[in-house]
């Protein structure tokens, strides 16, 4: 079956059985490594994507279910040259170690500071007003989908605090 | 994962014929089904994908109330500005669940058809009348810390893992259901599910084919909403127990009470025998102690789940106090 992926600004046609994951069309047929496999159950957040600048888990869908939608995997967010905001915090902030959970980290937190900013409430809000105030509380609850390993969650927590900091 | 075909109707006809025939099933937002299907606990032949009806929008009712689309996101639904000021229970319930990732996906059709956390049903090698009826439960005797408390059989005793559907049920919401024969019909949420008896396998009043389109939610009451989950940590994790409240108290007594209870049962609890002890009562320890007594009468544990009971009747107390102390 023949679906046409936007990825990162790039069309790829994607020949694959349909039941190829999204994250698995991503690193086993189109070599976009950087969105990561870990429990492949939606409950660790190595694999996050934006999907319409939305963060979702990758290995939960189908790659056949996304044919016009656009997606952005950590390859679409900086570069080497030209870090984003959250990734030169995470460097100056040491938000990893081993780094295997590195890219869903930053593109989920990429996408929850826009939901932030869109005035989502979340779990630990005391109020439902539309106007969070981020917390370290609050990063950690939003960022809840993703998991650490190494457990550098205080580091994380700061390298998000201080891009959201500099971006307000 | 099995092989199956893939198709992507263009309309509601099309979409429940699609999915009338054995072994279909509709996707969604797919967070619940293609984890199963990964591990074999599902496996349909057809998957009828409904992501591009248009099921997506939220609408307020010219009488009042709130028509939630099927394909209305939990992140969407919990955002909305109407969700948050007429029906903030709702809202609460929708952020105590899964996290901003699997919220993004998971839709409002989705989330009340979700499967159950039961290990047994998950275990492809263990016998389970959910997953293959007549094989027997392996949860009765084995352990039973997720399972339930009030309305389980001698056939299943898995428990209804979501949030959103217990804020629902306080809220009195009624399910549209688009049919076959291409008949609208509405079930209130009270009596979408099924308790599991001896066909456990069968969980809702939805026939082959069946497709929920929206959640109706009657115009919002003066009322105090709160809803109180408990689990095992502070985020992304099933309730051990919730609950929902909306009440009302008027010059010191209580003038409505609905509650609604997670985690406890095969659906959403709610005992509306035992609200009616509520109304027109001034609030008390005594009160509610009774209440939590009424709703827990035919409770009975299963060995792991057994702190539930005093879990859920001290949630219960909690709750009604906050709620007839913020309602005052």
């Known amino acids: 079956m023949q679906t046409d992926l936007t990825i990162n600004g790039h069309t790829y046609a994607l020949n694959a059985d349909q039941r190829t994951t999204l994250l698995d069309a991503l690193r086993q047929h189109l070599g976009l490594t950087g969105a990561k496999k870990g429990c492949d159950h939606g409950q660790c957040g190595a694999c996050t994507v934006l999907v319409n600048g939305r963060r979702i888990n990758s290995c939960l869908t189908l790659a056949c279910m996304h044919d016009g939608d656009e997606i952005v995997t950590i390859e679409g967010i900086g570069s080497e ?4 905001a959250l990734q ?3 460097m100056s902030e040491d938000g990893f170690q081993c780094g295997y959970c590195t890219p869903g980290q930053i593109c989920s937190a990429t996408a929850m500071l826009e939901e932030v ?3 989502w409430p979340s779990h630990v809000s005391d109020s439902l007003d539309g106007k969070p105030r981020l917390s370290d509380e609050e990063i950690s609850e939003r960022m809840s989908g993703n998991l650490c390993r190494c457990a550098c969650y205080p580091n994380i927590v700061a390298a998000i605090r201080s891009a959201s900091e500099a971006s307000s | 994962m099995r092989p199956f075909d893939y198709v992507r109707p263009s309309g509601l006809p099309e979409a429940t014929r699609q999915a009338r025939a054995e072994g279909s099933a509709f996707i969604a937002g797919g967070t619940n089904l293609l984890d199963l299907m990964k591990l074999e606990v599902m496996a349909p032949t057809r998957l009828v994908d409904i992501n591009r009806l248009d099921l997506a929008e939220c609408a307020s009712l010219p009488i009042g109330g709130l028509r939630i689309g099927a394909l209305v996101t939990n992140s969407d639904l919990a955002a909305d500005e109407r969700v948050r000021r007429d029906y903030p229970l709702l809202s609460r319930a929708l ?8 919220r993004n996906k998971a839709t409002t059709g989705g989330n009340l058809l979700q499967r159950t956390r039961c290990y047994y049903f998950y275990d492809t090698s263990a016998p389970c009348n959910k997953r293959e009826p007549g094989s027997g439960c ?22 209804h893992p979501s949030d959103m559907a217990v804020a629902m049920q306080a809220l009195d919401a009624g399910v549209e259901i688009e049919t076959v024969e291409g008949i609208t019909r509405s079930v209130p949420l009270s009596d979408f599910y099924r308790l599991p008896g001896d066909t456990p396998h069968i969980e809702t009043v939805l026939e082959p084919g069946d497709l929920i389109t929206g959640v109706v939610l009657p115009a919002p009451v003066k009322a105090t909403q709160i809803y109180r989950k408990v689990r095992d940590r502070a985020s992304y994790a099933f309730a051990l127990v919730s609950a929902a409240a909306v009440v009302a108290v008027e010059n010191g007594t209580i003038g409505s009470a609905a509650l609604a209870f997670g985690g ?3 659906r959403p609890w709610r005992n509306h025998h035992a609200e009616l002890m509520l109304a027109g009562e001034r609030p008390s320890e005594k009160l509610f102690e009774a209440f939590a007594d009424e709703v827990l009468g035919e409770a009975r544990g299963q060995g792991g789940n057994d702190f539930k009971i005093p879990l859920l009747r001290r949630t219960i107390i909690a709750t009604l106090k906050q709620a007839t102390e913020e309602s005052q």
Not at chain 2, 95 to 102: E, P, R, T, V
Not at chain 2, 138 to 159: M, N, P
Request: charged content about 10%; proline content about 2%.
């Open chain 1, 81 to 84: 040259e030209d870090l984003s």
């Open chain 2, 264 to 266: 406890v049962a095969p």
């Open chain 2, 95 to 102: 952020l105590a669940g899964a996290s901003g990732q699997l």
């Open chain 1, 88 to 90: 030169q915090a995470f």
């Open chain 2, 138 to 159: 392996s949860a009765i005797g084995g352990a039973t810390r997720l399972h339930a408390i009030l309305g389980a059989s001698d056939h299943c005793i898995a428990t």
């Open chain 1, 117 to 119: 900013k869109a005035g």
